[in-house]
């Protein structure tokens, strides 16, 4: 079987982060261990609750914290890629604002882990996690989030992580979810959905320049396939 890795990047978000964690533990028995990448300025509640996740966890895997304090995002979900890929492990992306609903006799994360060792198939999200484009990168193509999605170990070596050149980041999940689908690998849903950002104000989507990003980005994406504006 499998080593499977939950990977989370955390800054600011204490309270949510201690629901995520407390729904993971209640859920799922799937997993060897959590990897947190630590955002730089994160706050000193956040700090203890990733020190009560240690203790909470304990018995089911461990928590492992990096040492690193990660500038952007970005920067520490790849961080998470690349630790898998060094430990020959599956990696299982999600976020502090997501909780994890119990199933009757049925893990949801063993699901994830069990379709991804088809050599098919390179990730596995659930019902809810992702959506599909539009013209402005490649219409009705469906794209992953990094809220709940399961990448088995040829995709860290085969795809790799995500593209820190993207000009402020939107649109890296398409990107990295169109290189998959590029290398003939298949994305798969499994019957799960997740509560994603039910703690979160959501202060992205307040983003007066959010507009001018997505377009930022959506021009690169298409310079970078040589797509036609």
């Given at each position: 079987m499998a080593?499977?890795?939950?990977?989370?990047?955390?800054?600011?978000?204490?309270?949510?982060?201690?629901?995520?964690?407390?729904?993971?533990?209640?859920?799922?028995?799937?997993?060897?261990?959590?990897v947190l990448a630590v955002g730089k300025d994160t706050n000193q509640e956040s700090l203890e609750a990733i020190e009560w996740a240690k203790n909470y966890v304990r018995g089911k895997g461990h928590?492992?914290?990096?040492?690193?304090?990660f500038e952007t995002p970005l920067q520490a979900y790849n961080y998470l890629f690349?630790?898998?890929?060094?430990?020959?492990?599956?990696?299982?992306?999600?976020?502090?604002?997501?909780k994890f609903p119990s199933l009757y006799k049925r893990d949801w994360l063993k699901q994830m882990s069990d379709i991804a060792q088809n050599e098919q198939v390179g990730a596995v999200t659930s019902i809810n996690g992702g959506g599909y484009s539009g013209p402005d990168y490649v219409d009705g193509f469906y794209w992953l989030?990094?809220?709940?999605?399961?990448?088995?170990?040829?995709?860290?070596?085969?795809?790799?992580?995500?593209?820190?050149?993207?000009?402020?980041?939107?649109?890296?999940d398409i990107d990295h979810s169109f290189r998959i689908s590029?290398?003939?690998?298949?994305?798969?849903?499994?019957?799960?959905?997740v509560d994603h950002h039910m703690m979160n104000e959501r202060l992205h989507d307040r983003n007066p320049n959010a507009e001018r990003e997505r377009k930022e980005s959506a021009g690169y994406f298409k310079l970078k396939w040589g797509i036609a504006k």
């Open positions: 080593e499977v890795i939950i990977g989370i990047p955390i800054k600011n978000d204490a309270e949510s982060f201690k629901e995520m964690i407390y729904s993971l533990h209640m859920s799922t028995d799937a997993f060897d261990k959590i928590v492992e914290v990096s040492e690193q304090r690349q630790i898998a890929k060094e430990e020959k492990a599956d990696l299982f992306l999600t976020q502090t604002d997501v989030g990094g809220w709940c999605v399961y990448y088995p170990l040829r995709t860290l070596e085969l795809v790799g992580g995500f593209d820190e050149n993207f000009p402020n980041g939107n649109g890296v590029k290398i003939g690998l298949k994305i798969i849903q499994v019957n799960y959905w």
